[in-house]
């Protein structure tokens, strides 16, 4: 499923190192210790998936992502192949790869589950797959915009937006034994200090809340984004020069079967 809406490198990027600590410690957990291809799937700008080049220098290390602009910001001597490709189609041939990760981007395809045995597959008896998803979508960040863009006039432009979420850690689990995988999954609540003016609208307009601002025309999206940082203003109010952002992650590694 390409993307109905382009990425900001820039703005995706705004804050780099908080959504750079999740995919440190899922990586942490992988236990692979000299495999030949490692993929990072939904890599984004790439900035993350070097880290993957550097645990294993021994590896080949992919990058995919679906959109272009991503892929062409992405480093290009860091000793990764960046490619453009779409996580919902996204195949490779039975045990092709060592390692499997896909950080904080299996959320954007509805009913991703449907994924998991084809990822499965692609991974080599006795391999890893890894991915973390956002599981904070009843926070205000996701319920005020979904609440304001039901409402006219926004309404008649956003009704279309296909919104986007993920399952708790219990639900992966299941899925992923079931596929005969031992399961490693856990949830982590993070508590980001965030500066700067309207942090919370600059950190979702780059990732959640894209869809919904870029389906609006240019002069309702600014009356939006000012009544959307309005309200998360309210929710998140600034304490001692700085907003403080419950984000709830879901975090998952498994090992694959080491037979088929």
């Known amino acids: ?3 109905p ?3 900001d490198p820039q703005r995706y990027l705004a804050f780099a190192d908080e959504r750079g600590r999740p995919f440190g410690e899922l990586v942490g957990r992988i236990r692979a210790e000299a495999p030949r291809t490692v993929v990072d799937l939904g890599c984004g700008a790439g900035n993350l998936t070097v880290l993957l ?7 080949k290390v992919v990058g995919v992502d679906s959109s272009p602009d991503m892929v062409d910001a992405a480093p290009r001597d860091a000793g990764v192949e960046f490619v453009v490709g779409d ?7 039975m045990g092709a790869v060592d390692v499997l990760v896909s950080n904080a981007a299996l959320q954007w395809v509805p009913d991703h589950l449907g994924l998991l045995p084809g990822l499965v597959e692609a991974v080599s008896p006795g391999g890893w797959l890894a991915f973390q998803v956002p599981g904070n979508f009843d926070e205000p960040s996701h319920t005020l915009r979904r609440d304001l863009a039901a409402e006219q006039p926004y309404a008649e432009h956003t009704a279309g937006v296909v919104d986007h979420g993920a399952h708790d850690a219990a639900t992966y689990l299941r899925a992923l034994r079931d596929l ?3 399961v490693d999954a856990w949830e982590t609540t993070y508590l980001h200090v965030l500066h700067g003016p309207d942090p919370v609208f600059t950190w979702v307009s780059g990732t959640g809340a894209r869809p919904t601002l870029q389906a609006l025309p240019t002069p309702l999206r600014a009356d ?3 009544e959307f940082k309005k309200l998360l203003r309210e929710a998140y109010p600034a304490r001692r020069g700085a907003v403080v952002m419950p984000f709830r992650r879901v975090f998952v590694v498994a090992r694959t079967p080491a037979s088929r």
């Open 1 to 3: 499923m390409s993307s």
């Open 5 to 7: 809406f382009s990425w």
């Open 53 to 59: 080049a550097q645990r294993w220098p021994g590896a």
């Open 87 to 93: 996580l919902s189609d996204w195949s490779a041939p």
């Open 180 to 182: 005969g995988c031992e």
């Open 224 to 226: 939006f984004e000012e």
